[in-house]
């Protein structure tokens, strides 16, 4: 018989709320043993129901085998990503109870990693409302860009589960993306706050929840070496660090992966100044990105001018990249007094080169007219040429332009049309 944490009184058996004082009753995982919130659902643990009848569901129906595979399934999902073999074991086990709450969001969850278009169609067909299939649908919609849908679905979610802390994670994911997708640094950096105020994980499930986060941080290159086109977000690495100062274990690890990316690029620093003293312009390039992203690495701050010596050597022969690196510096004056002209000079001299970023920014130059006169054709013109090497911005800031730019075309018809009307009612009346 247990006691009531607050007054003492003895509680019944599956008692949910003390009946002298009305303090919530904490719960025990059945399967794994953890303590868990009053109400709780489904452990975070290891993802079993906790009501009586979720549990004897599952007891009762699943076969010895199919307990055996459902147990597997569950414990390697939150660290293996051979979600094939995931999907051979819980596939079989969802076929035969389609409804039984837990099967089926393991279900769900591993179906969305295995086959995303299969889990687009599936989760279009539930109107069932358990937290694992709105996290499911919220995940769906973020990576088909769906962002408006995904940030509903995750109020709707809030409001049933307000302290969850995996849709905390969820949100701090969707904010990435919207700002990666929109080139906004405050959303990122919206997101990244969210997680330094997330507590930090107390179970597999929000580890591995968690750790995607920095997957997220990596595939989006918010924070890149190269050819980043989210180059100047250097700002991310200071919020990893601060979740990281935190106790985070996987801000830790991401941090220490990207230490070891950047010392490795150390060691390569002599034989990459060699060969760019001996003038080879790709190795100036190089030299120029060390100068300009390790030194932010160390001291959040770069070396310029090194970094503009170098992109300028290797622009002024005729390396595209460079030049597109040296043009971004004066027009977004990162390091150096901002001067559009020659931001736009060397922009061209990189797009003529075929160099689809420097074409896209010559494009968004025109269309926003910042440091030349707005120009819907040149923004056209640059933003398709971009689009046809498969620039994704380009290609939507076309769309988005060409639809803009016939609006004074259709202007100047209806002024057209109204002009002749006009004449052809005055000679009537004049009749």
Not at 174 to 201: F, H, S, V, W, Y
Not at 219 to 237: A, G, W
Not at 317 to 343: F, H, P, T, W
Not at 405 to 420: A, H, Q, T, V, W
Request: with cysteine.
């Amino acid at each position: 018989m247990a006691n009531c944490t607050n007054c003492g009184a003895e509680l019944n058996e599956n008692q949910k709320f003390c009946s002298e004082c009305g303090t919530p009753v904490n719960q025990i995982c059945k399967n794994c043993g953890i303590e868990l919130k009053a109400g709780t659902k489904f452990c975070p643990e290891c993802g079993t129901a906790q009501s009586e009848n979720h549990v004897n569901k599952t007891n009762d129906n699943l076969s010895t085998l199919e307990k055996i595979n459902f147990e597997k399934a569950s414990k390697e999902f939150l660290t293996s990503t051979n979600y094939e073999r995931l999907l051979g074991l819980i596939k079989p086990v969802y076929e035969k109870h389609q409804h039984n709450e837990e099967v089926l969001s393991l279900y769900l969850r591993i179906l969305l990693d295995a086959d995303f278009e299969e889990a687009k169609k599936f989760l279009e067909r539930i109107t069932d409302e358990y937290l694992d299939v709105y996290f499911c649908k919220i995940k769906a919609c973020m990576l088909d860009n769906e962002f408006t849908e995904a940030e509903e679905l995750l109020d709707k979610a809030d409001t049933k589960w307000p302290e969850n802390k995996i849709l905390k994670y969820v949100r701090t994911e969707l904010l990435l993306r919207i700002g990666a997708e929109t080139e906004n640094q405050e959303c990122i950096a919206d997101g990244l706050e969210l997680l330094c105020n997330t507590e930090n994980p107390e179970n597999k499930r929000e580890e591995s929840e968690c750790r995607k986060i920095f997957v997220v941080i990596d595939d989006l290159e918010l924070y890149d070496m190269h050819d980043s086109e989210l180059h100047d977000y250097i700002f991310v690495l200071e919020f990893i660090k601060r979740v990281a100062d935190n106790g985070n274990l996987c801000a830790q690890s991401y941090l220490g992966f990207l230490y070891d990316k950047f010392n490795e690029l150390e060691r390569d620093y002599e034989k990459i100044w060699m060969r760019a003293e001996q003038g080879d312009m790709v190795a100036q390039y190089k030299l120029g990105t060390l100068y300009e992203n390790f030194y932010k690495i160390i001291n959040f701050k770069g070396n310029y001018r090194e970094t503009i010596k170098w992109y300028r050597k290797s622009a002024e022969q005729g390396y595209e990249v460079a030049q597109y690196c040296l043009g971004r510096m004066y027009y977004y004056g990162d390091g150096i007094s901002q001067n559009y002209k020659e931001g736009l000079k060397w922009f061209l001299e990189s797009a003529e080169q075929n160099y689809a970023e420097a074409q896209y920014s010559l494009g968004h130059a025109y269309e926003e007219g910042i440091g030349v006169e707005s120009n819907y054709d040149e923004a056209i013109k640059w933003y398709e040429k971009a689009a046809e090497q498969g620039h994704s911005k380009a290609k939507r800031a076309l769309d988005n332009l060409k639809k803009r730019g016939r609006l004074p075309d259709l202007f100047e018809e209806f002024e057209r049309i109204d002009s002749g009307m006009k004449i052809i009612r005055s000679k009537n009346f004049d009749e």
